[in-house]
């Protein structure tokens, strides 16, 4: 007998949820996005999740990982390399975090397997975060309501490589990334994923807040 599961992202329960002074939770208004909000919430789909570790100085290693991923490994701390599909996120010196939008983690796993050598690691984590867009007037506001991190200090984000901070995030813990659109990625655990939800809900009020998918 087969049984049919659903596959949800962390925040699924959330999408389409308001947060805002005067707007009341009910069906003709939870999934109208004609409401001006002044910050957006926006769950990236269900993607590939990597946790990458080798040795940054080999040369072997990082042209492999560019050739499997078509972006070049960040050896530079605080920085993140992207393409419009992958994008991986110096975490230290010998680790990154490699996202795949909307990607198989399996087959990306394989492909970085068979191509890869020596003292390495990787680690399928998909299950274990989510990836969050904010935007909005409001974004910066509640960025600074949220932690002690100096986003100013980031690296400027420009085409193809964007500033990366790991940072406490409302008394949980993200990794933050600046996009040339003055918006931030947020990569959050699963495990924090529905207190975060609430927390910017209730953070952004002031702007009006919706989650979105």
């Not at 500033?163 to 918006?183: L, M, P, Y």
Request: a negative charge.
């Amino acid at each position: 007998m087969s049984v049919d599961s659903k596959v949800q992202t962390p925040l699924h329960y959330f999408h389409g949820v308001f947060g805002r002074p005067g707007i009341e939770s009910d069906s003709s208004k939870l999934f109208n996005t004609d409401v001006e909000c002044g910050l957006v919430i926006k769950e990236a789909p269900l993607s590939a999740h990597l946790n990458v570790r080798g040795d940054a100085g080999d040369a072997g290693f990082c042209k492999a990982v560019a050739d499997v991923l078509g972006v070049a490994l960040p050896t530079d701390p605080g920085l993140c390399n992207h393409n419009d599909s992958i994008s991986i996120y110096w975490l230290g010196p010998s680790e990154w975090c490699v996202i795949a939008l909307g990607g198989d983690a399996a087959e990306l796993e394989a492909a970085l397997r068979a191509k890869l050598s020596g003292h390495v690691s990787i680690v399928d984590i998909s299950g274990g975060q989510t990836l969050i867009n904010l935007r909005g007037h409001g974004v910066e506001t509640v960025l600074k309501k949220s932690t002690v991190c100096d986003f100013e200090a980031l690296p400027m984000a420009k085409p193809g490589q964007r500033g990366v901070t790991q940072s406490t995030f409302a008394k949980a813990s993200a990794v933050i990334s600046n996009r040339c659109d003055g918006s931030y990625d947020l990569i959050i655990r699963r495990s924090f994923a529905d207190y975060i939800a609430q927390w910017l809900l209730d953070a952004g009020a002031e702007f009006g807040c919706r989650i979105e998918r």
